[in-house]
Each structure stands twice: as structure tokens, then as C-alpha cells.
């Protein structure tokens, strides 16, 4: 035993290398005191689930149990319940994707695919390519793992092509080894952003040149409130591509279910690593999706979802455009949970924040979605949680709280450098 390190944990300093990666957001302490009811909250990404109706939910328990007790309680298949993965199949299909039940690997949530895929293909010093920001519990996995993370530019259509080619090139002539590009082209979170049909050709054409398997993370693809979903990347590659998908945000985020849809040689690996970590999926949160999906009318339940969605993005944008001072901008987000905010000049998102929680609302200071301290002009702002009415309000503070910021930088130069925070960190799960 050492007394080096923290005298608290006298086990610190046999941790693996992984383990010092990770590290607890420097903002957690903050975000207890801001998921009090007196603060209106425009950080958490939780989906509404009280959106859904609770008699069908305990009718659907209350059969599965009853029917399929000992199937639904027993341990089950490492790949994951094969009726929920061909029922996995019409999900998909809304987005374009064709595939074999055999393609799709059942995880516990898509948070845990992000972990196997990294698992099988990264060793420590490869790098990920992602988009600038990204979403950080990917981030916290390919720190975890001890990835290089390298951002690429983004604009308001998502991952430049550019932008990518260009990183891919330094990589090569710096004989560092890409082992994956991840993107999240709809609805993203943070950015609120999504690629059109034209830049997923570009980033897919990109991706197979270089010979680097594209990992597609697509949890808010059914999510967008105009027109039909965005067709999936891996719709036009099913040799190129891992996607992935999940339960989270079109039924419950509590029953952590989502999956991957991989090649062949790719889904064995998965399964294995999925095995040794967790043996099998839960059984009984596999089988109520799949009694749901059987039973319920799930497509018009999204259509619920995405209205409730619509609306409260309209609520965002609406006090934003009516109250933000000059110099504000954010993005318009198309569908999913997320609009991310620009300071005006000389404004520090991350300095801000206890100022804001003071004042009674919170948000994401962007520097968390950056693994190199860029962000600090941002932030995240989520509308899936709050009512219309507490999101306008929220607004009102927050303006509030910019402008004051403004006025302090106007008299005391800039606000930078009063928290610090370098790199990104471990969310607790309701902030990712
Ligand atoms: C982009 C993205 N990917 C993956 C996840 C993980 O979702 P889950 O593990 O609940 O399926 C989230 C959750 O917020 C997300 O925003």
C-alpha cells in the first residue's frame, strides 16, 4: 500500500492504466444541486416516458409474466432473444436497413454495443475519428479503452467530408492506425444537426477508400418531426458499417435494450465479448419489448413521442429567438432531443454554470462533448424533459444569465479560466 495519491482510496494507485481515464464529470456535484424542482433543467437527456401509457405498459408485464415467467426470468442467449431480433428487423427497415437476424447482436442499451465494438477492434493508441463535439458517453468508452480521439469539424449538415478526409490523411502520414469513424448522422446529440442524403454518400465513399469501418449510432433516427426518417448509412453498406440502434428513446430507457446490426465475422466477435462481460441480455427486459412491439402499436406511440418532441422544440426555439441577447446562436434541430448553443464572443459556458444553477437553470457546458478542452463557448441544450411552460422559463433565465455574463465581460474582460476543465468525462447517465 502507498499513501501516494488520494488518502481516501488506498487503492488508487493499483487501478489499470484504463482506469485513470476515467474520470467523474468535474460538473456532477453541481447537477445534484440542479435536478432540485426549484431548477428548471435543460441538461438531462432523458426521454418522456410518461409519455406512455401506463395500463398498456403493466398489461404488457402482467401477460408476459404470467404466459412466459420462466423464459422471461431464466438466463437467455448472448446474441439476444432471436423473436425480439427479427421484430429488431421491421425497426430498422424504417430506416432502410435490411438484414438477417444473425446480423443483430441484442445489448443493453446501444451504450453497451459502443462498448463491445470498441472492445474487439481498439487497442490502446488507436485512434477514433468523431465529430467535433460528440456524444460523450462514446467518448467516455473510447477513453476507457485508451483511444486517441481526434474531432473533425462539423457544420450545420453534420460531419464535413472535408474535414475527414483531411484528418484520415494526417493520421496516415503521422503512421497512426484509425480503427473507427463514429458518427451520429440524425438528430445528433449534442449538435442537434443531421446529414442529408448527399453527405452520408460523401462520409460513406470517405470511410471505404480508407479502408475504416464506420460506426453509425442512430438512437434518434425515428425521432425527426418532418417527412420520413432519415435512411441509415448502413442501408447503402452492410460490409462497412456497424449500426446501431436502441429502445431508449422510441419506448422506455429504463428497460436498456438496443442492439448492433453487424457483418458477420464482426456480430461473432461482439457476441463473444458481450458474453464475457454480461453472459446474456436480460431476458425478461428483451421479452417485454418484444411482447411490446407484438401487441402495441408502437409506430403510432413514436408518432406520440415525436409530437411531444415537436412541441417542446418549438417552445426552445421560439424563447430562444425571442429572448437571447445579440451574438447567441444555436441549431434547429429536425427531430431527436437537443439544440446546441453559441455564446456570444468572450462568454465561457463552463464559468457560467454555477451562475446559471444559481439563477434556477441548467444546461451542458459543450466542454464536456470535447476530449481537448474545446467547447467552452458552448452548450447543450436539451427539450425532451421539461413541459412547453418550464422550458420557456428556463429560457428566461438563462437569457437573464447571459446577460449579465455580457455585462461582466463589458466591464472585467473575459470570463475564462474561472473552472478550468480539461477533456471530457463520465456523464452520470441522465446527463448523457
Ligand atoms: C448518441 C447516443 N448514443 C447512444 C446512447 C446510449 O443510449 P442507450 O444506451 O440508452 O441505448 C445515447 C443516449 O443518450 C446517445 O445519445
Same mark, same amino acid.
Given at each position: 500500500m502507498t499513501t501516494a495519491g488520494s488518502r481516501l482510496d488506498p487503492w488508487v494507485d493499483a487501478y489499470a492504466a484504463r482506469a485513470n481515464a476515467m474520470r467523474a464529470s468535474e460538473i456532477r456535484a453541481l447537477f445534484a444541486v440542479a435536478s432540485r424542482p426549484e431548477v428548471v433543467s435543460l441538461a438531462g437527456g432523458m426521454p418522456y416516458v410518461q409519455a406512455l401509457p401506463v395500463d398498456m405498459l403493466t398489461s404488457t408485464a402482467e401477460r408476459l409474466l404470467k404466459e412466459r415467467g420462466p423464459v422471461a426470468l431464466q438466463y437467455g442467449s448472448g446474441q439476444g432473444d432471436v423473436t425480439l431480433r427479427e421484430q429488431i428487423l421491421d425497426v430498422i427497415g424504417e430506416v432502410g436497413v435490411t438484414a438477417h437476424p444473425d446480423d443483430i447482436v441484442v445489448t443493453t442499451g446501444s451504450q453497451m454495443a459502443l462498448d463491445l465494438v470498441t472492445r474487439v477492434f481498439c487497442d490502446p493508441g488507436d485512434v477514433v475519428i468523431v465529430e467535433a463535439p460528440s456524444y460523450v458517453g462514446a467518448l467516455g468508452v473510447f477513453k476507457a479503452f485508451e483511444c486517441e480521439v481526434i474531432h473533425v469539424a462539423m457544420d450545420d449538415e453534420g460531419l464535413v467530408p472535408q474535414a475527414l478526409s483531411e484528418a484520415l490523411e494526417r493520421c496516415e502520414r503521422e503512421g497512426k492506425t484509425v480503427k473507427l469513424i463514429y458518427t451520429? +448522422?440524425?438528430?445528433?446529440? +449534442?449538435?442537434?444537426v443531421t446529414q442529408g442524403p448527399e453527405r452520408r454518400a460523401q462520409i460513406l465513399s470517405i470511410a471505404q477508400s480508407a479502408g475504416v469501418l464506420l460506426l453509425e449510432d442512430d438512437p434518434y433516427g425515428l425521432l425527426g418531426f418532418e417527412g420520413e426518417p432519415p435512411r441509415a448509412i448502413r442501408a447503402d453498406d452492410a460490409e462497412g458499417v456497424v449500426y446501431l440502434g436502441s429502445f431508449s428513446k422510441t419506448i422506455a430507457s429504463g428497460l436498456r435494450v438496443g442492439w448492433a446490426v453487424a457483418p458477420h465475422g464482426v456480430r461473432e466477435k461482439l457476441v463473444l465479448a458481450a458474453e464475457a462481460a454480461i453472459l446474456c441480455p436480460s431476458n425478461y427486459a428483451q421479452l417485454t419489448v418484444s411482447e411490446y412491439l407484438a401487441t402495441q402499436p408502437w409506430r403510432e406511440q413514436i408518432k406520440t413521442f415525436r409530437e411531444v418532441y415537436r412541441e417542446r422544440r418549438d417552445a426552445l426555439l421560439e424563447s430562444l429567438q425571442a429572448l437571447m441577447p445579440e451574438g447567441t446562436t444555436w441549431t434547429i434541430p429536425a427531430g431527436g432531443f437537443y439544440s446546441w448553443l453559441t455564446l456570444p464572443e468572450g462568454l465561457d459556458a463552463t464559468a457560467m454554470l454555477p451562475r446559471a444553477v444559481a439563477n434556477l437553470v441548467a444546461y451542458v457546458p459543450g466542454t464536456g462533448f470535447y476530449v481537448d478542452g474545446q467547447g467552452r463557448q458552448n452548450m447543450r441544450l436539451s427539450y425532451c424533459y421539461p413541459e412547453p411552460d418550464r422550458i420557456r422559463e428556463g429560457v428566461r433565465r438563462l437569457a437573464a444569465v447571459i446577460e449579465e455574463e455580457l455585462e461582466l465581460v463589458q466591464t472585467f474582460g473575459t470570463t475564462h479560466a474561472l473552472n478550468p476543465v480539461t477533456g471530457s468525462s463520465v456523464p452520470s447517465p441522465d446527463l448523457a
Amino acid at each position: 500500500m502507498t499513501t501516494a495519491g488520494s488518502r481516501l482510496d488506498p487503492w488508487v494507485d493499483a487501478y489499470a492504466a484504463r482506469a485513470n481515464a476515467m474520470r467523474a464529470s468535474e460538473i456532477r456535484a453541481l447537477f445534484a444541486v440542479a435536478s432540485r424542482p426549484e431548477v428548471v433543467s435543460l441538461a438531462g437527456g432523458m426521454p418522456y416516458v410518461q409519455a406512455l401509457p401506463v395500463d398498456m405498459l403493466t398489461s404488457t408485464a402482467e401477460r408476459l409474466l404470467k404466459e412466459r415467467g420462466p423464459v422471461a426470468l431464466q438466463y437467455g442467449s448472448g446474441q439476444g432473444d432471436v423473436t425480439l431480433r427479427e421484430q429488431i428487423l421491421d425497426v430498422i427497415g424504417e430506416v432502410g436497413v435490411t438484414a438477417h437476424p444473425d446480423d443483430i447482436v441484442v445489448t443493453t442499451g446501444s451504450q453497451m454495443a459502443l462498448d463491445l465494438v470498441t472492445r474487439v477492434f481498439c487497442d490502446p493508441g488507436d485512434v477514433v475519428i468523431v465529430e467535433a463535439p460528440s456524444y460523450v458517453g462514446a467518448l467516455g468508452v473510447f477513453k476507457a479503452f485508451e483511444c486517441e480521439v481526434i474531432h473533425v469539424a462539423m457544420d450545420d449538415e453534420g460531419l464535413v467530408p472535408q474535414a475527414l478526409s483531411e484528418a484520415l490523411e494526417r493520421c496516415e502520414r503521422e503512421g497512426k492506425t484509425v480503427k473507427l469513424i463514429y458518427t451520429i +448522422p440524425s438528430f445528433h446529440n +449534442p449538435a442537434g444537426v443531421t446529414q442529408g442524403p448527399e453527405r452520408r454518400a460523401q462520409i460513406l465513399s470517405i470511410a471505404q477508400s480508407a479502408g475504416v469501418l464506420l460506426l453509425e449510432d442512430d438512437p434518434y433516427g425515428l425521432l425527426g418531426f418532418e417527412g420520413e426518417p432519415p435512411r441509415a448509412i448502413r442501408a447503402d453498406d452492410a460490409e462497412g458499417v456497424v449500426y446501431l440502434g436502441s429502445f431508449s428513446k422510441t419506448i422506455a430507457s429504463g428497460l436498456r435494450v438496443g442492439w448492433a446490426v453487424a457483418p458477420h465475422g464482426v456480430r461473432e466477435k461482439l457476441v463473444l465479448a458481450a458474453e464475457a462481460a454480461i453472459l446474456c441480455p436480460s431476458n425478461y427486459a428483451q421479452l417485454t419489448v418484444s411482447e411490446y412491439l407484438a401487441t402495441q402499436p408502437w409506430r403510432e406511440q413514436i408518432k406520440t413521442f415525436r409530437e411531444v418532441y415537436r412541441e417542446r422544440r418549438d417552445a426552445l426555439l421560439e424563447s430562444l429567438q425571442a429572448l437571447m441577447p445579440e451574438g447567441t446562436t444555436w441549431t434547429i434541430p429536425a427531430g431527436g432531443f437537443y439544440s446546441w448553443l453559441t455564446l456570444p464572443e468572450g462568454l465561457d459556458a463552463t464559468a457560467m454554470l454555477p451562475r446559471a444553477v444559481a439563477n434556477l437553470v441548467a444546461y451542458v457546458p459543450g466542454t464536456g462533448f470535447y476530449v481537448d478542452g474545446q467547447g467552452r463557448q458552448n452548450m447543450r441544450l436539451s427539450y425532451c424533459y421539461p413541459e412547453p411552460d418550464r422550458i420557456r422559463e428556463g429560457v428566461r433565465r438563462l437569457a437573464a444569465v447571459i446577460e449579465e455574463e455580457l455585462e461582466l465581460v463589458q466591464t472585467f474582460g473575459t470570463t475564462h479560466a474561472l473552472n478550468p476543465v480539461t477533456g471530457s468525462s463520465v456523464p452520470s447517465p441522465d446527463l448523457a
